[in-house]
């Protein structure tokens, strides 16, 4: 059974940082990609980083991009996202998502459908 579990998330004053992290366990699982991903009340749920776990390539949203960072510890199954300056339109539930290697769905980066394994989420809220 593979799992994903999300931490960092919390209440942060605009233009302030956090760091989220997410960390896989699996008995028989290759990765391809992790990504970000985030939904604030009402709206739909928007890509905001990925990370192709053997190369390292990464990709973000045009919103924050030169902002967030992501980047991995493969020794520990474990992708991180780097927020700074952040800003009141950044408050949402972040998740955590992961692509397997052998996995049929549609490729990609910054669609939801391109990943199958989704962590819980986390809060991040950001007052003005």
Known sequence: QVQLVESGGGLVQAGGSLRLSCTYSAQSFTIATMGWFRQAPGQAREFVAAITWDVGNTYYAESVKGRFA???????????????????????????????????????????????????????????
């Open 70 to 128: 992501s980047s991995r510890d493969k020794p520990k199954n474990t992708v991180h996202l780097q927020m700074y300056n952040l800003k009141p339109e950044d408050t949402a539930v972040y998740y955590c998502a992961a692509r397997s290697v052998y996995y049929g769905g549609p490729d990609g980066y910054t669609s939801a459908f391109a990943y199958n394994f989704w962590g819980q989420g986390t809060q991040v809220t950001v007052s003005s």
